[in-house]
């Protein structure tokens, strides 16, 4: 979970995956998601760069991924959001 793409570049154009800085371990994202629902606020702007539509994020369901961290997997959800402007879904995922 380090690095990451460079989301302003926009490089898939059907699927924006939005990688936020999140400073804590796994463990603390799930124990974050698991104590506030959702980790991570829905973001002012849609993110796909032919859009940039302004407060049209809706959260839209939440989906679970598997991190591999090394000494464990684990079951991260994911906050999805979609776009009422453009009608697309992103993801808000840990960086
Ligand atoms: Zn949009």
């Given at each position: 979970?380090?690095?990451?793409?460079?989301?302003?570049?926009?490089?898939?154009?059907?699927?924006?995956?939005?990688?936020?800085?999140?400073?804590?371990?796994?463990?603390?994202?799930?124990?974050?998601?698991?104590?506030?629902?959702?980790?991570?606020?829905?973001?002012?702007?849609?993110?796909?760069?032919?859009?940039?539509?302004?407060?049209?994020?809706?959260?839209?369901?939440?989906?679970?991924?598997?991190?591999?961290?090394g000494?464990?997997?684990?079951?991260?959800?994911?906050?999805?959001?979609?776009?009422?402007?453009?009608?697309?879904?992103?993801?808000?995922?840990?960086?």
């Open positions: 979970m380090a690095g990451g793409p460079d989301h302003e570049r926009g490089v898939s154009p059907k699927r924006v995956v939005i990688v936020l800085e999140y400073t804590g371990s796994v463990k603390d994202y799930i124990a974050a998601s698991q104590d506030h629902g959702s980790v991570f606020s829905v973001p002012e702007q849609c993110p796909h760069p032919d859009c940039r539509a302004a407060g049209c994020l809706i959260r839209w369901g939440t989906y679970t991924r598997t991190a591999i961290t000494e464990a997997d684990y079951r991260l959800p994911i906050q999805r959001v979609r776009c009422k402007a453009c009608g697309r879904t992103h993801s808000l995922l840990p960086d």
